[in-house]
C-alpha cells in the first residue's frame, strides 16, 4: 500500500518585489487584473487600469513601500517565510511551500515544487483568517489553473478559513492583552478589517459576517462585553460603495 505523503502550500496576497514605481506598477498590474478582485468589465477595466491608476498611483504607493520596507525585503514576504518555516519544522514530515497570489514566490512554481515530491495530498492554506471571495477563492482559481497541465493529482484539501478557530482566536487574544496590559483597558475594542466592495457582499460574499464571527469569538476570550468590541473596514478602493462601518 503507498505511503501517504502530505504537502501545504501556504498562499499570502503579494508583494512587489522592490519598493519602486517600475516594481510596484508590475505588481499591482497583476494584481488588480484579476477578476475576482475587480469584476467591472475588462473592455472599461483595463483602459481605465493601465491609462489612469497605474500611472498614478504607482509612485505614491511605493513610497508608502518605501516606509515599511526592512533590510530583509517586504514584510510580508519575511513574516510569511518566517510563517512557513515555523510550520516546516513543526511537521518535519510534511513538504511546506510558500506561494503569493501576485508577484513571487509564485503559486504555479510553488505548486510544481510540491507535487515533484510525489505528495499524495495537498492541503491549500490560505493565509486570510476570514474567508472572500477576493482573496481566499481567488486562491482556488489559481491552483485550478496550475493544475490544469497535470495528469496525475492528489487528494486535495482547501482550508475555507478559520475566523473562530481557538488558535487563532488565542493568538489574538494574547496580543490584545498584552495591549491592554501595557495601556489599560479601553471602553471600547475597535477591529479594523480590510474592506470589500458592497457589492460582493449583497451578492453572497460572506466576508463580513466572517468577520463578526471573529469579533464575537475575540470579544468572548476577552471577557468583554460584545457590544463594545466594535467592527469597521478599511482600505476602499474606487468610488463604488464599500463595507460600513468604515
Not at 497583476?30 to 491608476?53: H, K, N
Request: one cysteine or more; a positive charge.
Amino acid at each position: 500500500m503507498r505511503q501517504e505523503k502530505y504537502g501545504v502550500l501556504m498562499v499570502n496576497l503579494g508583494t512587489p518585489e522592490a519598493p519602486t514605481p517600475k516594481a510596484v506598477k508590475r505588481y499591482l498590474a497583476e494584481f488588480l487584473s484579476d477578476r475576482r478582485v475587480v469584476d467591472t468589465p475588462r473592455a472599461l477595466w483595463l483602459p481605465l487600469l493601465y491609462g489612469v491608476i497605474l500611472p498614478l498611483r504607482s509612485p505614491r504607493v511605493a513610497k508608502l513601500y518605501q516606509s515599511i520596507w526592512m533590510a530583509e525585503g517586504s514584510p510580508l514576504l519575511v513574516y510569511s517565510r518566517r510563517q512557513q518555516q515555523a510550520l516546516a519544522a513543526s511537521l518535519p514530515d510534511v513538504a511546506v511551500e510558500l506561494a503569493m497570489s501576485y508577484g513571487q514566490p509564485a503559486l504555479p512554481q510553488a505548486l510544481a515544487r510540491l507535487l515533484a515530491q510525489d505528495i499524495t495530498r495537498l492541503i491549500i492554506l490560505p493565509l486570510y483568517p476570514q474567508y472572500s471571495c477576493s482573496t481566499s477563492a481567488a486562491i482556488w482559481d489559481a491552483v485550478a489553473r496550475s493544475l490544469k497541465g497535470y495528469r496525475r493529482l492528489p487528494s486535495i484539501g482547501f482550508i475555507r478559513d478559520y475566523a473562530a478557530h481557538p488558535a487563532y482566536i488565542a493568538a489574538l487574544s494574547a496580543s490584545v492583552a498584552h495591549a491592554f496590559a501595557r495601556h489599560g483597558r479601553p471602553d471600547r475594542l475597535v477591529l479594523s478589517f480590510h474592506g470589500i466592495p458592497q457589492r460582493y457582499a449583497e451578492e453572497g460574499d460572506d466576508y463580513p459576517q466572517r468577520c463578526d464571527v471573529t469579533r464575537q469569538a475575540l470579544a468572548a476570550a476577552l471577557d468583554y462585553p460584545a457590544e463594545q468590541v466594535l467592527m469597521t473596514f478599511q482600505s476602499r478602493f474606487g468610488r463604488d460603495p464599500w463595507l460600513l462601518p468604515a
